[in-house]
Every structure is written in C-alpha cells, then in structure tokens.
C-alpha cells in the first residue's frame, strides 16, 4: 500500500516538506509497524518539487501468526482481505511514523506548521464499499478538489476500490490528520485501532475540522461505533479481561500468562502466607484461594472500588468458611508503611510500581522490602521496549495510567539498586512471546531476603 504526498511548498523551498515532516529528504527509513514495515522515503525532493512516499509492506505470514498466537492484533479472519488490511494499517503507520507532523509540531521552522501548502496526495487503492461516492462526500466538504477512479476487474468489472487523488492548499500536519482518521472510515465494518481513549484521538485528530463536517455523524459513527469490539478486544488482551481459558501458554492472554508465571514462583518456593499488594480485580487472589496449598491470603488495594471488584471476582458468600478464613482483603497505600503487611512468606507486586509516580517509587520500595520485608518479592512491570508490537498507544505506554515504563536495562539496574539496598537476591525473567530483539512483553523479578537465600545456599 502506498500513499504519496507532493508538494511545492508555496515560496518556500519545496524540500521543506522534510522539517514538517520530521524525516530527512535524503534518506529512506524503515519503521517496524504491526506484521510488517513502513518505509518513507522522497522519490523527489529538490527547490521546485517534493513528493514524500510512505510505503507499507505488510506481511500476511506474520499477521496470521499474530492472530493466531493472540497477538493484539485480531486480525485473522480478515487476513486475506488485502485491501483492508493495507488500509487499515496505513493509518496506523501514519500515525506512527509522522507523529510528531501529526501533533502539528516542528521546532526547526514552527512558522510552517499553520502554514497551507499546495498539497496533492496520491493512494493507488483506497476502499469504498458499496458507496462510491463516499470519499468525494469525505474530502470535497474539507476543500478538497477529489479524482476517484472506481478500479475495475477485468472478469466483474467495478470493484469496490478506488485510485484517489487529492489537491488543495492546507497545512501539512491537518492533512495528516485527516487522513489518519478518514481512510479507516473509507472502510468500514472492518475497521479496529488500538488505544484506550479513542474518542480523545478521534476529536484530537479531527478537532480542526470535525465539527463542521457535513458527514460527521457517520465519520465520528464508523470511527467509534465500528472500532468498539475491537477496542474492546485489544483492552481485554492488554489488560487480561479475558474470557477464554484456553490452555496452551501461547494463546493465553498476557495477563493470564502473568499470574501463571507468579503462581508458579510462589509454588516452587513454597510460599504458605501471600499478600498481592496491589491486588487490582481479585484475579491472582481467586487463583491463589482455589489452591489449598495457600493458607493465608491477604488482598491490598489502595482503591476500594478495585477491592469491591476483587470481592466479586472471589464469591466469598459463596465459599465455604474455612476458605473465607484464609483470605483477607485490606485498604492500604503502599507509599507508607503498614504493620499489617510484615510477616508474610511472599509478596506480588504484579503490573504496581509503573502506576507510581517515579518519585514515589522509593516510599513503596521502603514500605515493601525496608518495612513489610517478605520472604519473597515477586515482581511484574511492561517491557517498554517490546511496545512496538502495539502501535498507536496513546501515551506509548501499556495504559493510560501508566506513570513510566521499564525497559530492560533500566529494570535490571532498578531490581539490583532495590536487592542491594535492602538485603535481597534477585533473578530475573520474563511472561509472554520473546521477541528476538525486544525481548518479552513481560519482566518478572523474584527478590529473596538474604537470610533466606544464605539458607537456601548451604547443603
Ligand atoms: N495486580 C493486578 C492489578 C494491577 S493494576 C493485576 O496484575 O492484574 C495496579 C493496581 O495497583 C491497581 O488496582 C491500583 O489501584 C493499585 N495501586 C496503584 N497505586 C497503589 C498504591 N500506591 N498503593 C496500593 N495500590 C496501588
């Protein structure tokens, strides 16, 4: 899939398109992008005139495989539906490679963002559905002069796709942006994205113009409306909302993948007493109270609404007694020090610190392993290098309430300052498909108190 954006640029040198831009006229780059690559590159770019190409190479093995192995990326029935998924995916490469243009940013020469420019963009096959006057009533009302030639197959004749050609004088970023959100609507009924605020994307990209957009109802319908389930999908896979229980590693969910992980530590280490320190919805708590091997179960949750869920999730009332006496559910901050935590053979912080503000960080690592001081920490956080396998987060982090993100140096150096200051071991691992070079989605510390570690080294 290929898009082309050409320009003049007025009385300015055209190759000043490559500042706006944020991408250099001389050189082709490469961007890895979901299942597959986007390439930039200039096939002119001199005083007169300058085209920029963004080039999407989309793999259908790699896709399939995604889909298969639970990626984020639910695209395995669409997989063959090449128009799509190139149509699709070019916004989202967009997105990616030209955000900083999409955010109307330059600080080389700020006085070209707001500036219109004569712009013409070229995509050789955009879809349109059964309506073939869908992208002249998309571009035209935004002052677009449209060229769209219904492409033809030669046995059934018109298909439903389209050579578009664009003109018109507009600022380079608000082109961008109308792109980015109008060629999913293009395609519709198969349109996702991924994020967790897509209503915010939505008037972010389309604020400027949106509004006065004669077909905005079904614009900002097809764009929200139709991305919901798949919105919903991803959410549920990032976040482990899961509903299916399958059982091969692979095709479980992270989330799920994650407590089996933290299960596994806190069994071979024969941990009796457990407190999940950040407990969120209960899950890892039911998981731990379905085992008879835990005898002592303690929740913490700073948020009551998170422990009234986790309530939920472990049916108390419908437990019996003796299972009812081997857990406890507790309100407590763990920036501060809390009696009530000391004394247990483990703790989990599982996907905790990275809500924390960085500064906070070291009143939760003194309350945890300085004050409480389990046996065993075990400890979950995203590895921020492999979020390139999810393109377009909103604030490139797992969630929106994510304070920071560690990638895998930065990690190890924090594991070893936290063991080192308080008087643990640690060793480090991962949850979730390695990726060669980014590692996994997942890094797992267990800390083990020294006096413990001591014991366990001699005979
Ligand atoms: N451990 C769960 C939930 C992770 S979400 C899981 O892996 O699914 C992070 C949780 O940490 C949220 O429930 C949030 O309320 C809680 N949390 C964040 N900051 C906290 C703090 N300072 N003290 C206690 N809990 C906190």
């Not at 002249?136 to 439903?160: C, K, N, S």
């Not at 009796?272 to 002592?296: H, I, P, Q, W």
């Not at 393109?391 to 990690?411: K, Q, T, V």
Request: aromatic share 6%; glycine share 6%; net charge negative.
């Amino acid at each position: 899939m290929l898009l082309t954006l050409s320009t003049t640029m007025g009385e300015r040198p055209a190759s000043d398109l490559g500042f706006l831009l944020h991408k250099h006229p001389e050189r082709a780059q490469s961007f890895d992008v979901t299942a597959g690559k986007a390439h930039v590159y200039y096939p002119r770019a001199d005083e007169h005139d300058c085209t920029v190409a963004l080039l999407l190479e989309t793999d259908p093995v790699e896709l399939a495989r995604q889909a298969r192995q639970g990626g984020s990326w639910a695209l395995g029935p669409y997989v063959n539906d090449r128009p799509y998924v190139a149509s699709s995916l070019l916004a989202v490469a967009l997105g990616k490679v030209f955000r900083t243009a999409l955010a109307a940013r330059c600080e080389a020469r700020p006085e070209l963002v707001t500036r219109a420019a004569p712009l013409r963009i070229e995509l050789p096959a955009v879809p349109h559905g059964r309506d073939r006057e869908l992208p002249r009533r998309l571009f035209e009302p935004l002052g677009w002069e449209v060229e769209h030639e219904v492409l033809r197959d030669p046995d059934r004749g018109e298909t439903r796709y389209g050579r578009l050609a664009l003109r018109g004088e507009h600022p380079v970023s608000e082109a961008l942006n109308q792109l980015y959100v109008l060629l999913p609507v293009l395609d519709d009924a198969k349109h996702y994205w991924i994020g967790q605020d897509e209503i915010d994307k939505l008037l972010r990209a389309g604020g400027a113009w949106l509004a006065s957009h004669p077909e905005r109802e079904l614009i900002s319908g097809r764009y929200l409306v139709h991305a919901r389930p798949l919105v919903d999908e991803a959410r549920r896979r990032l976040t482990g909302d899961e509903t299916d229980h399958d059982d091969t590693t692979e095709t479980r969910p992270l989330a799920a993948q994650r407590r089996a992980a933290v299960l596994e530590v806190l069994r071979t280490t024969g941990a009796r007493s457990v407190a999940d320190l950040g407990c969120g919805d209960g899950k890892l708590l039911r998981d731990l109270l379905d085992d008879t091997e835990f005898g002592e179960i303690l929740g913490v949750d700073v948020s009551t609404r998170a422990l009234r869920i986790a309530e939920r999730t472990l049916r108390l009332e419908r437990r019996s007694e003796r299972e009812n006496r081997r857990i406890r559910l507790r309100q407590s901050a763990l920036t501060y020090t809390d009696s009530g935590l000391a004394g247990y053979d483990a703790a989990v912080l599982m996907e905790v610190i990275e809500h924390l503000d960085p500064e906070r960080l070291p009143a939760l690592e003194h309350a945890v392993f300085g004050h409480a001081r389990p046996a065993r920490v075990v400890l979950t956080t995203p590895n921020s290098e492999y979020n390139s396998h999810y393109p377009d987060l909103a604030n490139g982090m797992r969630h929106p309430d994510h304070r920071f993100e560690f990638d895998r140096a930065e990690f190890a150096e924090w594991t070893r300052r936290v063991a080192g200051t308080h008087g643990y071991t640690v060793t480090s691992s991962g949850v979730g498909e390695a990726d060669r070079r980014l590692g996994q989605p997942t890094q797992l510390a267990v800390f083990t108190r020294n006096d413990l570690s001591d014991r366990d080294a001699t005979p």
